[in-house]
């Protein structure tokens, strides 16, 4: 069984940082990819990040070389560092899985069978 827990969200002003957990197993780290995934108001969800079991991580033009995934196996959990937040980065956030061992070309899409509660960031002006 896959479990997917996430951490950390609340409000931040623009152009602050946050960085969000996900806390799951060693089992799902190794064969898993985790993808954080985003919903904001009124929007479809929309996958920002996948790390695949294989070691790569990609990211999707809207928050690449602002957002951060570390994959930490001593604690089994996949961090989120977001840095320059806008207001558009507001959303709840989830922490997603799928089996790896690479992501999906199309993980923007969110293509996940296993998915935590999500987590709710909001970037205040």
């Known amino acids: 069984q896959v479990r997917l827990v996430e951490s950390g969200g609340g409000s931040v002003p623009l152009g602050g940082s946050l960085t969000l957990t996900c806390s799951t197993s060693?089992?799902?780290?190794?064969?898993?990819?985790i993808g954080w995934v985003r919903q904001a108001p009124g929007k479809e969800r929309e996958g920002i990040t996948c790390s695949s079991s294989d070691g790569d991580t990609h990211y999707t033009e809207s928050v690449k070389d602002r957002f951060i995934v570390s994959k930490d196996k001593d604690n089994n959990v996949v961090t989120l560092q977001m840095n320059y937040l806008k207001p558009e980065d507001t959303g709840v956030y989830y922490c997603a899985a799928e089996k790896g061992p690479t992501c999906d070309s199309l993980f923007f899409l969110a293509p996940y069978h296993y998915w935590g509660r999500g987590t709710q960031v909001n970037v205040t002006a």
């Open positions: 060693r089992y799902t780290l190794d064969y898993y990819n």
